[in-house]
Structures are given as C-alpha cells and as structure tokens.
C-alpha cells in the first residue's frame, strides 16, 4: 500500500475476493465402438453407411483416422485418405471405399479417434466386409 500512495489495496479487485467454482466437463463424444459395413466387391466406388459421432455440447468434433484397410482405397470427396489424416467429424460419414481388386470375404478395418474442445477422446472401429 505505501508503494501506491495508499491507492491500491492489495487482492481489492481480485478473483481471489469472490467465490471460485469448478465447472465438470461435460462427458466424451459418443460413437459407436464397433460398425459393421457390408460393400460389393469390385465396386469402384461405395459410400460407407458410417454413423457419426455425437456431442452433448453440439461442438465441433475432430475425427483422427488411426488405422486404415490395408486393403482396397478409402476416399473422401474424391481424393485418397492418409493413415493419421485429421478431418471434421461430418466427413467421417462421407468417406467412400474402393474393393476393385479386394476378394470376396476380405475384411479391412477402419480406426479412428474422435476428439472434443474440452481434450476428450472416444475410438471407434468400423469393420468393412467385401461381399460377393
């Protein structure tokens, strides 16, 4: 206070004066853990039935591809998708699949990691079975 003339009170206008509360964060994006999807082989292209993730919060999600078949080609808006590509989570139910060349039977798997605002993450898997 003798600093400031005995202008300034110490903690007057702090966040300390007032009360503090902790605010839970709200719970992880929800997806379904385990999809099943049936496409045609030779198809060249077929847009996955993928159901997309949720938020309670309506936030936007990011969708991280972890895994990606080691057979066939996964797409999205025409263009080849990368192992650890990041993309909005609305893309997640665009992605299409190319089984030309993939065998009747086969069955490739899809990884991925969805994420909040809020640093939570939910996986998923989505199991794609090329059907003669």
């Known amino acids: 206070i003798a600093m400031t003339g005995g202008k300034q009170v110490p ?6 004066m007032d009360s503090f509360y902790f605010i839970p964060a709200p719970p ?28 309670e919060t309506g936030s936007a999600l990011l969708v991280t591809l972890n895994q990606l078949p080691k057979t066939g080609k996964l797409s999205f808006d025409g263009k080849p998708v ?9 893309a997640l139910t665009a992605l299409t699949y ?3 060349g993939v065998a009747a039977g086969t069955v490739g798997l ?23």
């Open 110 to 132: 899809i990884g991925y990691t969805v994420s909040d605002p809020y640093g939570q993450a939910t996986q998923g898997v989505v199991a794609i079975t090329v059907s003669a």
């Open 98 to 100: 190319d089984s030309s």
């Open 11 to 16: 903690w007057e206008n702090s966040s300390l």
């Open 28 to 55: 992880p994006p929800s997806v379904e853990s385990m999809q099943q999807v049936s496409v045609p082989e030779g198809a060249a292209t077929t847009k996955l039935p993928i159901s997309p993730p949720h938020d």
């Open 82 to 90: 990368e192992q650890g590509a990041k993309m909005p989570a609305a």
